[in-house]
């Protein structure tokens, strides 16, 4: 009887979740929130140094966001996207970055901005991160993935590849910083995937395989607790204009970049999902800073 009671109780815990849930697959697996986070900005400069493909006359100067995600999932909290290095911040870019890179990008991440400290602000020890997923390994990107020793790193197994050995042709911008990823990190717990992955089997956290912007560049869907889906394409789309048919510079293969854009924007589509870009100024301002239920 007493057992009855606690099952009840359980059952009742479980169906006290909110109505627009209904239809989801379990309770335990919903993700409570997503909060969109900023490693400080770059620029100003020309949307076409990023884009050499956007005509002059839709020329603009932008600056843009260094998207980094936190999700907060009952199995454990999920870091997206780790920013840029804690050494470039505070005007000190040159003592981990090329100095063309500081000059080019003109980063202005304050200590403040970096992913432990923002993980503090939101109530959350970095030492509680469960599972840290590396979009790709430009330095923009896995820059902070040392402060995250205990966590298990998720990983397409072709850009654990190419961070350590990158092609010629994209090693020449020196935008694989081997100080991101050397040392103790090449000893972390990681996930090497060779294409889509369910993270916590439930279907609430997948990590979908969109190749181009790098050999193994990858995207995360996630399906909120309240039935919204959102999308994180990080690199796969830099912003609005990449979608708007103006391919990215610095591409590894544009094929493989061109099939990417188009598998998010189908699944932007069949599925209803928000679809979030890496760097769009436009978008972070509008929905950028916040948790997203
Ligand atoms: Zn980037």
């Known amino acids: 009887m007493k057992r009855l009671g606690i099952v009840a109780a359980l059952l009742g815990i479980l169906f006290a979740v909110p109505s627009t849930a209904v239809g989801q697959a379990t309770a335990v697996g919903q993700v409570r929130g997503v909060y969109w986070a900023t490693s400080g900005f ?6 076409q140094d990023l884009i050499p493909t956007v005509p002059k006359e839709k020329a603009r ?3 843009i966001p260094i998207s980094m995600w936190v999700i907060d999932h009952p199995k454990g909290l ?3 996207d780790t920013g840029n290095n804690a050494a470039i911040s505070d005007g000190k870019c040159k003592s981990h970055w090329a100095a063309g890179n500081c000059e080019g990008l003109k980063p202005s991440q304050k200590r403040e901005d970096v992913i432990d400290a923002q993980l503090k602000k939101l109530g959350h020890s970095p030492d509680k991160v469960k599972a840290v997923i590396t979009s790709h390994a430009h330095l923009d990107h896995i820059g902070n993935i040392k402060l ?9 197994k072709k850009e654990l590849y190419q961070a350590w050995w990158p092609e010629k042709f994209q090693r020449a911008g020196d935008v694989f910083v081997m100080g991101d990823f050397d040392g103790p990190a090449r000893d972390f717990n990681y996930l090497e995937l060779d294409g889509d992955y369910d993270l916590f089997g439930d279907g609430s956290i997948v990590i979908l395989s969109t190749p181009g912007h790098t050999l193994g560049h990858q995207s995360v869907r996630v399906k909120l607790a309240s039935g919204r889906t959102i999308v994180m394409a990080q690199d796969a789309i830099w912003m609005q204009e990449n979608l708007d048919g103006y391919p990215a510079g610095l591409n590894y293969s544009v ?3 061109t099939n990417s854009v188009h598998r998010l924007k189908m699944i932007r589509d069949l599925e209803g999902a928000d679809l979030y870009f890496g760097h769009d100024q436009d978008q972070y ?5 916040k948790w997203h239920k």
């Open 42 to 47: 770059f620029g100003p400069f020309n949307i």
């Open 61 to 63: 100067n932008i600056t």
């Open 78 to 80: 999920v870091v997206y």
């Open 148 to 156: 995250f020793p205990k966590a298990v790193h998720v990983m397409q």
């Open 255 to 257: 094929k493989d970049y």
């Open 285 to 289: 301002k509008a929905h950028g800073g």
